[in-house]
């Protein structure tokens, strides 16, 4: 298969529909961004490397950072994560709270921004120091020490967090939030402004398609049931209320962010992450949802 | 592979969960059945079959009838159907109606109660016969003329079918409903009702397992995407609201019935269905569940 | 007070907000009605009449019917009816299942359409004929012989009953309606279809302006407890979810109909009805409600 | 009417539930209240006082000071203050954030906590010291200068408000709180905590039992539109979720609060305060509502 000339028709081919989406434009910093930016990076086990237009571009990965928090946490709690956030898809927008209502304070899953925020708040009381933690698992990840937070984008996130707040002080007020709501919120909004590009997300999602292993330097990240679960959490939550829909058209494992990133894998088989910042209505990147269907339509490839 | 060995032990196993569920009892019919039964059956691409304990005795198909009805639907309008229902996982119960309210009469997939019944309302506007159509579709995909419906279980279920007539009046108030409501129900609860044993389903089933063509004839019964379409439905929304749990532990497309079947496949590999009677508080087949769980865990394989 | 003159005020004034509104079209032989039309009934507790417009014109009542029934099977059973229908304001939409979900079947009051057809199933269970009863009792209230059902609207009802037949099955899918649905759908039909005018109104009305007592006949119909009772219901919950600002702006316990009509009272003094077939957006009549605030003020009177 | 009797003859029948409610435990300072207290205070308009049981005993308002605030912010703005929160009742309990979210951050009513919280935020952009303007126009109302916050209380509120701190920041996410959140809830707070008597509250009521003029001063505090308005609302939405049925027993306009304390009045006649810290299942007190249900039916009066 020549993936590098199925990525390159791809992002020739979509380009036409830059303008379609809207930029995310909640916080300031975010809505500054070039929208006409398009990258594809396919990174396969054994260690081939595709890139495409962007891939190079460092953005905002948001909601993909739920991903590696989540990892971070599974690792040194296991299961025990499961009695503060279920692994239902929700059926709501990313940031509801009518089902945190109906259900006492208990998030859907760890993919809606109640189940991050509560796997946060375990991570913050495992770590004395959590935003060097994280920062550290991510490079590790990837094998790049160039990877820093945006302190504009997290000082913008968290001059407009009232939504967020609201969900953390409403999840506390349940006794489903341990530490202190402004430093949850801190870190929170800090991972949400990690800067990578599509080539380093690609890297750092190689552990999940590898069974847990991170194939570029033998760590095993997680177990292999672990990284099972992780990627059924992927298919079923990945995309907010989009992900059934994702899951119809692309059939992989992806977990999506505002900053208009998605990373998914094909697993045993290999890692792709897209990038283009206008979103479509659901707060995906509709570039890169298309891009994602087209490629595993190309390569005759899904997990279905 | 030793598949036999693998299925007998794990039948043998989960023996001593008997008694911690409950038959289904909202119809008599159902009620009556023995809740001391359970089989597997297991088949694999290349023909191969493997059974253990009942996998040869009759049981309503219930819900898993959704498969069928929604792949008959797909084959005639192709992608038609999702106009009228959606394709992502609800997150309420089988027979809510709230979301249907929210949602002005669109269901949120073809897997709960209000979504099938929009299927069977299409189907019946596509066939003269509706009931002898899904008969021989079934008969034709597991070679087996001899499936019936259970007439006994059908007018059971048309005496207590008063939920399912409120969903099928609310959607007909939303214009979403083309058939009469009585003769709508009189369809669905005889798909409902239809009787298989796991040998029957697990063969029924190879036409997904094999990207859409019936490996016993080389029918091509859906296309390519369709049943990866198909497959990442089922994934997302097989299992009502334990769906993503589902995925999350046993990490393969399946479907259940309150009958107390799963059935349940490997893309490309295998296709496995279970029975036993007796339901855990979501509604799916307690021993079944846990039978999957440690399928896909002894043989080492999901789709993630 | 010269309330002739008050009341042919505001119906010289309110004239101008013709166009304003909409005929209810739900049921077609209702929107066949000119909407160019509005009346005024007021009845004093000491046997004065005013009437203004087309105050002698016959109209649908539509839901006041449900003050009528609610006293029939009060008289009945009492605070028995309490067992399956509440008294709380809905908050919903008058035809809304979810808060009907979420409370299992039991109605928030008895002015929304669940609420009401559970009241009308138990009438059904009280009277062998309760057509014939429930046009007997709403004659002797008024004093006229001459009042009939409208067979074409009961007609045209019933043939656009799915969302009420959606209702009636879903409660009795709980166990919450005793009767035949497609009996109770005939007899609620009928009920909203009785034919009144203002006038007609008015008078049937002043029983509860009186304490429960007939001023026209001296029958007790209701006890003073039950007439308090019946007025509360009426305040909190007569105008869907209009009640509370309709209780805020006219200050009157009354129930209103999609026909356009509005009965109310003020208690120990007077009776009125106002109609005018134009609905404002929760489906009460635009002028009817503004006629009443106007009447409140201007003879500085109101039960606050 | 000889009113001391009757007060007197329903304390002493009413001390035998004494144990069948629960005293407000959300925040330890109001949990360490004696239960064991009852008082009733009943002020007609002419001036004449009945005092029973615990009538002086000071007690903590809580939501009974919403109506104080209401008063205040209306008297400034007027119909304003109903663009930023709605007059119908709730449906829901008094802490919920459905409605919110599904009505996009504009409470239902100025009584449950979210509504409250608005009125509160729009007070203190009127007010450049909020807290004292409070307390003057509560001592102006009742003629008491000896009212003080209970700081204790306050401070046990504030250490215990991550509820109500994400009410406030989840309107805030909607734009409809205006002032900082953290101000917001302190000013709240201290409303809640202010200290009456049975005697006390009586009195402040008289001024909406006298068509907006305070009769202790002649001081017109509201409009006569704008007293109708709030006995309205008091009615229709005073006691939570439970307003309706307070309506359909005692059918008197009246607010609570989880103190224990219960206002109520009868326009033109009487105001009546009733107080004793055990609560019902709603949040109400379970004596004082039984308390005032037996005072309209023995004294033979409500608006109905």
Redo the contacts between chains.
């Keep these: 298969m020549d993936y590098q000339k199925v990525i390159d028709r791809i992002h020739g081919e979509l380009l036409e529909l830059w303008g379609q989406g809207k930029v995310a434009d909640y916080i300031p910093a975010l809505a500054k961004v070039n929208p006409r930016q398009f990258g594809i990076a396919l990174i396969t086990l054994d260690g081939q490397e595709f890139l495409s237009g962007d891939a190079g571009v460092c953005f905002s990965v948001q909601s993909i950072s739920k991903v590696f928090t989540l990892a971070m946490v599974t690792r040194h709690i296991g299961d025990g994560i499961w009695k503060a956030v ?7 927008p990313f940031n ?7 259900e006492q304070g208990f998030p ?2 760890p993919f809606i921004n109640a189940g991050a925020l509560v796997v946060t708040d375990r991570l913050i009381s495992l770590y004395p120091h959590p935003k060097d933690a994280i920062l550290e698992f991510v490079r590790g990840l990837c094998g790049n020490d160039d990877i820093y937070y945006d302190k504009e984008i997290a000082r913008s996130e968290l001059d407009h967090a ?2 967020n ?6 999840m ?2 349940f006794g489903n939030i341990e530490n202190d ?1 402004d430093i949850l919120l801190d870190v929170y909004c800090h991972q949400c402004a990690i800067s990578m590009s599509c080539e380093d997300l690609a890297r750092a999602f190689l552990f999940l398609c590898n069974r847990g292993t991170n194939p570029l330097n033998g760590e095993q990240v997680l177990t ?2 672990q ?3 992780l ?3 992927m ?3 990945g995309f907010y ?5 994702f ?3 692309a ?1 992989l ?1 992806g977990k999506s962010g505002v900053g208009g990133g998605i990373a998914a894998y094909i ?1 045993g088989n290999l890692s792709v992450t897209v990038w283009s910042p206008e979103l479509n209505r659901h707060g995906n990147s509709l570039i890169g949802m298309e891009a994602l269907e087209r490629l595993t ?1 190309d390569i ?1 490839n ?3």
Tied chains: 1, 2, 3, 4.
């Design positions: 279920g692994r239902e898809p929700s059926g709501n509801s709270l009518v089902q945190l209502e109906h859907r899953n009232d939504r707040m609201a969900l953390a002080y409403f506390k007020s709501v292999v049931s990284a099972k679960r990627g059924a959490l298919l079923t939550c209320d989009e992900s059934g829909d899951a119809f058209r059939g494992p697993p339509t005759g899904s997990i279905f």
